[in-house]
């Protein structure tokens, strides 16, 4: 699983407006569209966060499309704001043994990623 979290994205509202931020999650969104596979379901989980499921893919081909993912947003302008996301990841079975374990661990990473200064992937706490 991957969880993802746009960097800032408060204070971008806050400065920028309710309708840039609404193209801001748009245009995250379809980078994130551009990475995923048929088999995946990526889905905006509220506010800032977005989530991949990629079933069938090992922790190291998530971290290759979180990394992917993480390029792509940076490259989104906004005005004078470059974009970038914290990503964590987690893998079943190897992190978690059930649904929820994974969820949590995977917004684990990524709140890490947060706290390492953002812009980052983070997988089980550690730096890629």
């Keep these: ?28 969104a379809r980078e994130i569209l551009g990475v995923v596979r048929s088999i995946d379901f990526a889905a905006r989980l509220g506010g800032d966060e977005f989530a991949i499921l990629m079933p069938q893919t090992t922790a190291q081909r998530g971290c290759q499309a979180a990394e992917r993912i993480r390029r792509r947003v940076r490259q989104l302008r906004r005005d004078e704001h470059m974009a970038t996301v914290s990503v964590g990841i987690a893998a079943y079975p190897e992190d978690a043994g059930s649904k929820e374990d994974l969820i949590k661990k995977a917004r684990s990473a990524m709140r890490r990623a947060q706290r390492d200064g953002g812009d980052i992937v983070r997988v089980k706490g550690a730096y890629l």
């Design 1 to 28: 699983m991957v969880s993802i979290d746009i960097d800032n994205f408060k204070q971008f509202n806050l400065e920028e407006g309710r309708l840039e931020g609404n193209q801001l999650l748009r245009a995250i």
